[in-house]
């Protein structure tokens, strides 16, 4: 299986825009999923995870209420809902797929390539 982002863009401060990352085989009821941005010089960092059979959601204190993330499981699909964004928000994103219900980039295996989301002021 491998995961492919996309969706990333330039916006502009105060935009929406949403991310996908689609599977290329199935996703097992037991995986989690999980957005992840990283920002130049900085650590990766945790937005958000849900888990796949369930749907529950588990977001970052720094996202939470602005972020949304949801999957679609007939098309082995995940998204990442994304309002209000501003100039702070600009990173690569990557989705990432694991076992674990966890915000520790270490507990995903399989990585996207990561989309790019810049955020004009």
């Known amino acids: 299986v491998q995961l492919q982002a996309s969706g990333g863009g330039l916006v502009q401060t105060g935009d929406s825009l949403s991310l996908s990352c689609a599977a290329s085989g199935r996703i097992y009821s037991s995986s989690v999923m999980g957005w992840f941005r990283q920002a130049p010089g900085k650590e990766r960092e945790f937005l958000a995870a849900i888990r796949w059979i369930r749907g529950v959601t588990l977001y970052a204190d720094s996202v939470k209420g602005r972020f949304t993330i949801s999957r679609d499981t007939q098309k082995n699909t995940v998204y990442l809902r994304m309002n209000v964004l501003n100039p702070e928000d600009t990173a690569v994103y990557y989705c990432?797929?694991?076992?674990?219900?966890?915000?520790?980039?270490?507990?995903?295996?399989?990585w996207g390539q990561g989309t790019q989301v810049t955020v004009s002021s």
């Open positions: 990432a797929k694991g076992s674990q219900y966890s915000t520790r980039q270490y507990d995903y295996h399989l």
